[in-house]
């Protein structure tokens, strides 16, 4: 089986205004680093992401 390639990092911000940058392809939920949001749930490819991302890094 041929792995996909690496996703993507993703630049988004949480309503407490912190900004991070998270896989955009996680395999376990996101959560802000500051106040514990979940920002991004897995669904077995991409990261669904509750915030709009800021800025999609290469
Ligand atoms: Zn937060």
């Not at 376990?28 to 897995?42: D, F, I, K, R």
């Amino acid at each position: 089986m041929i792995q996909e390639p690496k996703g993507k990092f993703v630049k988004i911000r949480c309503k407490c205004k912190n900004e991070q940058v998270v896989f955009g392809k996680a395999a376990t939920p996101v959560h802000c680093l500051v106040c514990g949001e979940v920002l991004g749930t897995p669904t077995g490819g991409k990261t669904k992401f509750t915030v709009h991302p800021l800025e999609i890094l290469k």
